[in-house]
């Protein structure tokens, strides 16, 4: 790791509670995660930004103005030795504990650790003070917790199971960032008794009942040609296929989410 004339070591500690020593301000950061990538560009640190995964999609152009260093759960070690990073940026749920154990010993890694929408904000928030962004990120965040405060909600939630994969059958449950999303959208999860991101077969949905399923469209890509197969387990809900990207990545895609899911409301006659 080599320094910068302007940048001096410091110290913080992470969302999951690790120390991490740095150069600040870091000059070339890579990104895990493809939430976090999206939040370093609206922070305005694309020339800082060396490396991302292959499934940083936003902005088109992460991956043409940054190397690619593998995928979320499959590091290109070599590529990423490459960039010479000062920062490395993941997170706990989307990168895999190996992985980052072994990049751990040898640069500086910065995890993050989300389940809700404050945790979300806490992250912009920190990612902004160790990038030396924190203006910026104070703005991104108060608008995003502003979106979410004016959104409307019905009473009482409606049941709802969201469903992230396809053979096997995995939902979204409790203590995922989904599930928060859920909720401030004015549903209620109906596999809330179980936790994460468990597998159900079609007798256990059928016995669930939900008023509403919701087919994401990612990580699993669902589409309208699957709607028949869950009305065929649930004749009585109300079927859709949702942005996963609104219900999931917990970056400045979220300015997007109150608005989604406002409009979702109203597409169920919920309002």
Known sequence: MTFDAHQRQRTVIDQMGREVSFPYPPLRIVSLVPSQ????????????????????????????????????????????????????????????????????????????????????????????????????????????????????????????????????????????????MLRRAGFRNAFAHVGRYPEVTSEQLAKASPAHIFLSSEPYPFGEKHVAEFQEICPTAKIQVVNGELFSWYGTRLLLSATYFQKLQHARGLE
Request: charged share 20%; proline share 6%.
């Open 37 to 180: 990538t999206e939040l370093l560009f609206d922070l305005g640190l694309q020339k800082q930004l060396e490396g991302v995964t292959k499934f940083c999609i936003h902005p088109p152009n992460a991956r043409h103005t940054a190397s690619v260093i593998g995928g979320t759960k499959n590091f290109d070690f070599a590529k990423i030795k490459a960039t010479r990073p000062d920062l490395i940026i993941g997170n706990k749920e989307e990168n895999y504990q190996e992985g980052i154990n072994q990049l751990a010993l040898q640069y500086p890694v910065w995890m993050s650790n989300v389940a809700d929408l404050p945790e979300a904000l806490d992250m912009i928030r920190r990612i902004g003070d160790i990038t030396s962004k924190s203006r910026i990120a104070e703005s991104l965040a108060s608008a995003i917790q502003q979106s979410f405060d004016k959104l409307l909600l019905p009473t009482p939630p409606l049941q709802a199971a969201y469903f992230i994969w396809r053979k096997p059958y995995m939902v979204a449950a409790s203590g995922t960032f989904i599930d928060d």
